[in-house]
């Protein structure tokens, strides 16, 4: 097999068994057996699949706590704190520096979150466990170009999807080792890996993890997964293919559109065009819609994640009553601590209103578009970098907008006292914030800002 998608396009021996419409439903009455797509005698259990590989031998999902492995990420500037670096020295200052003419304040919370930092040391062990061995990533191991570009250089290969959504694992052979990145992987790439023979190194965020068994929840009393999210995110794509029945919601104003269907029914046709990408396969919303349960990206917005939990719960209380919601509503705190503490310290941060708002990490980041958000909200100048090459000679920024747009900007820095705030995503070491600054700092100090590729 070349490539596959993640679709209901799988060869027959990948593919999960996902329900056909069933028939209208009393308020609690049980759905009927999905129908198994391919020959088999029982329905696929992905929770049980995923027990069942975490006991092979040729699994793994713990640290091993090899010191070489930390050093090896400490010399290459991708460790949690740059010890000795300008970012440590903000921090024992409150936060606070002032370097010539800039006032800087740092986010209280920022940067890299455990689950990062226990990915990217997961891989830089498994690099040093296996030096002969084929290594893979299912796709980037987190959300930082300057990370993956290292692991790049120790010779591993990341299968990327492509625009279609297919990736390609012809490489991909017996007693290779193969990565799982930071938001996890889904069920039928599991599944793949598995009958490859290949050895997993799982660095699944446990936060991730905690979604799955949410969804699992849902699935057990026949309740249709909402996930808050981005369709088209790793995250999102694994955290689906755990669920039978699902609809993902990109926001408040999307839901909109599924409790009015849930209120009012409506014209079906267009309701699936709207989310056609969006939906488990076979999904109908005159009855799959009468039961469900919350889930979300650990990345996206807290605020909107919680909206939706209390939006839900009203539309259903006012379609069933309150007395008979917990039989078509049900939520379980899914919400991720570190995304939750980078949101807070970042509104923290605004409040303060700095004259520059500077937010670095990955342009993939979905996590650090919502730090962006946060400023755009307030109406602040924000730019978001990814890289130092960002800030160009001349005082030009590269940029973009949280909703993904690039932009460039002359005279971004202005002349006498500024104050910045700086923030960073959840896979964004110190290092990479600090190169930024110190560019930063020559721009303003009139030194040369030497040309410089993204690596």
């Not at 999210?229 to 408040?252: Q, R």
């Not at 520059?356 to 602040?380: F, M, P, R, Y």
Request: charged share 25%; aromatic share 8%; hydrophobic share 40%.
């Amino acid at each position: 097999m070349a490539a596959f998608a993640m679709t209901s396009a799988l060869p027959c021996a990948l593919r999960v068994p996902l329900p056909k419409s069933r028939a209208s439903r009393s308020r609690v009455a049980a759905r009927a057996a999905p129908k198994v797509v391919c020959a088999a005698e029982t329905e696929f259990d992905p929770r049980q699949f995923r027990r069942n590989l975490v006991k092979s031998d040729k699994y793994n999902r713990r640290v091993s706590g090899d010191e070489e492995a930390v050093a090896a990420m400490k010399d290459s500037g991708i460790w949690t704190t740059n010890e000795g670096g300008l970012i440590q020295k903000v921090k024992e200052t409150d936060y606070k520096v002032t370097v010539g003419d800039i006032d800087l304040s740092l986010a209280k919370s920022y940067g890299f979150c455990w689950g990062v930092e226990r990915a990217v040391q997961m891989a830089f062990e498994a690099r040093r466990q296996y030096p002969e061995e084929n290594m893979h990533i299912t796709n980037e191991i987190i959300h930082n170009p300057i990370v993956n570009q290292k692991l790049a250089e120790a010779e591993v290969n990341f299968i990327a999807a492509n625009d279609a959504g297919e990736k390609d694992f012809s490489s991909v052979k017996a007693n290779d080792v193969v990565v799982l990145p930071a938001f996890g992987a889904s069920v039928q790439e599991m599944q793949l890996l598995d009958e490859r023979d290949v050895q997993i190194v799982d660095t699944t965020c446990p936060w991730v993890s905690k979604v799955w068994n949410a969804v699992d929840a849902h699935t057990r009393k026949n309740f249709t997964t909402v996930i808050h999210g981005k369709y088209a995110h790793e995250e999102t794509i694994a955290t689906a293919s755990f669920s039978k029945v699902y609809i993902v919601v990109k926001n408040l104003k999307e839901l909109k559109v599924v409790e009015d269907y849930i209120m009012n029914g409506g014209d079906k046709e267009a309701f699936m065009a709207q989310f056609k990408n969006a939906v488990s396969k076979g999904f109908d919303p005159d009855v799959d819609l009468q039961a469900v349960g919350l889930a979300n990206q650990t990345t996206m917005l807290k605020g909107e994640t919680e909206a939706m939990g209390k939006e839900l719960q009203r539309i259903m209380m006012a379609k069933y009553g309150v007395e008979n919601v917990n039989d078509h509503f049900m939520v379980m705190d899914t919400i991720c601590d570190a995304t939750q503490e980078r949101q807070d310290a970042m509104y923290e941060l605004v409040d303060e209103k700095p004259d520059i708002t500077l937010v670095v990490g990955g342009w993939n980041s979905s996590n650090t578009s919502h730090l962006q958000e946060i400023a755009e909200d307030k109406n602040l100048v924000s730019y978001w970098v990814d890289h130092p090459a960002c800030i160009e000679p001349n005082n030009k920024i590269t940029w973009v907008t949280s909703w993904g747009e690039l932009k460039e900007t002359e005279n971004w820095l202005p002349e006498g006292k500024v104050k910045i705030a700086v923030t960073s995503g959840a896979s964004t070491p110190d290092k990479v914030v600090e190169d930024v600054l110190d560019r930063v700092f020559a721009t303003k100090e009139g030194k040369e800002v030497l040309p410089m590729e993204k690596n």
